[in-house]
């Protein structure tokens, strides 16, 4: 780890990374360290590293990065703006659709990114907004959250810039943004989410729904009384939860002193998770005298209860809280029955991917714990996460699929005892601390990394192909991968070993980490058999006659078109303004795109919409980020263009994109954003 500045050494011929006098290189000033200067035109660290330096050279100061635009919400009246100050015809702006783009040599032979926007003297960063209110967001009722990702149509740079309220919230009609709060910090992504009232998706809920229930919560009360049901949520949490820790105590009113829910509880639990859990401890009634006996003279409902899940998630999956992953999660796991001889369908593993997909709509591969979330609610996510990514890489490894989550898309940290705790006293903490409950699943989740690594390091395709005639690399990675595993076990506590008393522990529950630990090897030890016999020759192959009817079209499509050849973009490489050009002339070129679209009826990908509205979030980001007034002027006629062509094609495709230009507007650029201000200006200028 780098030192901090204000650990750094101190000398006068340092220079500080916010120095304005003396500014640092561009390496030193981006990594915030104190920039000393070397035996040449370098400083120490480029020397060291033998990379390119700015030390000695004139560069621009960057565009400071506001992050702290969390809160303070503003109303007022609509502004409208006209076109003007675009000019599509000039030499800039390409020639017309299809055409290719043509930045500037330093757009590219810049790795270091050192041509950077001139901050003008008129543009002043706002005062730190006031503090923003912990709250909760899968509590919310009537309306559901999804996150807003980084390149999703609305782009979370731009809604750093917005004015939210103290609760974090921006207000349109029915559909607001909410400020996670707490970020973006260093080498964190602002994270923002999509806030859509529940009536908005009622249609849509209508297509996946199996029918019409009066109320699926009587029907579950009816199949499992009160009294059963507080015996069934006991039995979860001695036999479930333990292994899958995705209930919230806390939610459940339940602490070591209290292990039961009052009636009361159980019916604010939503009916999809709370005919989960019931059917989830059904296997475990024998340990119950009253439901052992009851279930004796009578067949338990819990295929029903399965069934009601099934049909509340695929209904609740549009407008999604965190009980619908819990119930989904549950919903993998209910016993196999008469089909336990049969292998999985493929339901199975789409069924995990629709989890995942879930997951990330709702943001749970982040790290929440910065976000302005209750203490709950971010162990409950956590928590989740990990179950999730559990569940992803051992039925990946398992049925030889291709993991849905990808290694780089997730930043969630390693669980911890904080994950475990009970919004209780602090003695209850110090007891959490030592249960095998959160012993176990930290344990588990740390195996399920160990896992993901041995089906990327040798069952993935690309890995199988290389390694099945390659005994030695084979026999070099399963080396890697042993000692890992050997080291993940040395680390387990003595309560999960095997070898150690298990008298204080619940029966069984550690059955399943040793199983997992003792099947990675299994897998490991499969892939060095696999290069030490050579298969055999494939088959002759032959083709069954085709009918002229069959005959299939051997190239369906023969020629893409090729883009033109445009001039290169006229730009004044000593302003640092490449980048900003080149994004003005991709709009220029979208525009212009659009514009010369026929008006008669096309068939579109349904994804299309989202590409509109993409492009919509873009060009306000030019605008409310332009460096000076000439680039405001230009791209605020580039946002009253794009509008016009957009009204021009209304329809289906259009009308989320138009929403996304005329929502601020609608409510006023400079009550939303954090405007500078030439560019207030700017839009001012009639």
């Avoid at 806030?195 to 009066?214: F, G, R």
């Avoid at 890992?484 to 029966?507: G, I, M």
């Amino acid at each position: 780890m780098e030192p901090s500045p204000k650990s750094s050494n101190s000398r006068q011929i340092g220079r500080p990374y916010r120095s304005k006098r003396h500014p640092p290189c561009d390496q030193c000033r981006r990594k915030k360290l104190r920039c000393e200067p070397g035996t040449g035109r370098s400083c120490q660290r480029c020397e060291g590293r033998s990379s390119p330096c700015s030390f000695n050279t004139s560069h621009a100061s960057p565009l400071p990065s506001i992050q702290s635009l969390e809160v303070q919400q503003a109303h007022g009246d609509s502004g409208t703006t006209s076109p003007a100050g675009v000019d599509l015809h000039s030499p800039h702006t390409p020639a017309g659709p299809g055409s290719a783009i043509n930045y500037d040599s330093s757009f590219f032979n810049d790795p270091e990114g050192t041509f950077l926007f001139p901050l003008q003297p008129e543009f002043h960063l706002p005062e730190r907004p006031t503090p923003q209110a912990i709250q909760t967001l899968d509590g919310l009722r009537g309306v559901s959250a999804q996150l807003i990702g980084a390149s999703g149509e609305s782009d979370p740079w731009l809604l750093r810039h917005c004015k939210f309220d103290a609760n974090g919230l921006l207000l349109f009609h029915q559909v607001h943004f909410r400020n996670a709060g707490g970020v973006p910090r260093d080498e964190k992504i602002p994270v923002h989410f999509l806030v859509t009232t529940d009536e908005l998706y009622d249609s849509a809920k209508e297509t996946t729904k199996y029918h019409n229930i009066a109320s699926r919560r009587d029907e579950v009360n009816s199949l499992v009384s009160p009294e059963c049901g507080r015996r069934l949520v006991l039995l979860f949490m001695k036999f479930v939860f333990p292994t899958l820790p995705i209930i919230s105590r806390s939610r459940l009113g339940l602490t070591y002193s209290c292990h039961l829910p009052t009636a009361d509880t159980l019916q604010n639990i939503p009916v999809h998770l709370l005919a989960a859990i019931y059917a989830s401890a059904q296997p475990f009634t024998k340990f119950d005298e009253h439901l052992s006996v009851l279930n004796a003279y009578t067949k338990p409902p819990t295929d029903r209860l399965w069934r009601i899940v099934f049909e509340i998630v695929m209904e609740e999956i549009h407008t999604p809280h965190l009980a619908v992953m819990q119930a989904g999660l549950l919903y993998l796991h209910k016993q196999p029955g008469s089909q336990s001889a049969v292998a999985d369908s493929p339901f199975i593993w789409s069924f995990v991917g629709m989890l995942v997909g879930l997951a990330t709509s709702l943001g749970l591969q982040l790290e929440c714990r910065p976000m302005g979330l209750p203490s709950w609610e971010r162990r409950l996510r956590r928590r989740i996460w990990w179950a999730l990514y559990a569940e992803d890489t051992w039925r990946s490894l398992l049925m030889g699929r291709p993991p849905y989550i990808r290694h780089d898309e997730w930043d969630v940290t390693e669980l911890d005892d904080d994950d475990f705790r009970l919004d209780a006293h602090s003695s209850v903490d110090e007891h959490l601390r030592e249960t095998a409950c959160a012993l176990q699943f930290q344990s588990f989740a740390r195996l399920s990394c160990l896992a993901n690594e041995v089906q990327q390091c040798l069952f993935s395709l690309r890995a199988a192909q290389r390694l099945s005639s390659n005994f030695p690399e084979s026999l070099q990675t399963a080396r890697t991968l042993l000692s890992k595993l050997k080291e993940w076990y040395s680390h387990l506590p003595l309560t999960l070993r095997h070898d150690h008393d298990k008298s204080s522990l619940p029966p069984n529950q550690s059955n399943s980490l040793h199983f997992t630990y003792i099947l990675l090897e299994v897998f490991i030890f499969r892939s060095l058999l696999r290069p030490m016999v050579r298969s055999a020759a494939p088959p002759r192959l032959f083709e069954e006659p085709q009918s002229s009817l069959e005959t299939m079209v051997d190239d369906y499509i023969a020629e893409i078109l090729s883009a033109e050849d445009l001039d290169p973009i006229a730009i004044d490489n000593n302003t640092g303004n490449a980048v900003l050009k080149a994004a003005e002339n991709c709009a220029a070129t979208m525009l212009r795109s659009v514009l010369r679209m026929p008006a008669d009826a096309s068939f579109w990908f349904s994804w299309s919409r989202i590409g509109f509205a993409t492009v919509s979030s873009f060009l306000m980001l030019l605008v409310v980020q332009a460096p000076s007034r000439d680039h405001a002027v230009r791209a605020r006629g580039l946002v009253d263009l794009w509008r016009q062509a957009l009204v021009r094609n209304s329809g289906p495709m259009m009308d989320l994109a138009l929403v996304r230009l005329n929502g601020p507007y609608w409510m006023g650029l400079d009550r939303n954003f954090f405007l500078a201000g030439h560019v207030r200006e700017a839009i001012e200028d009639r």
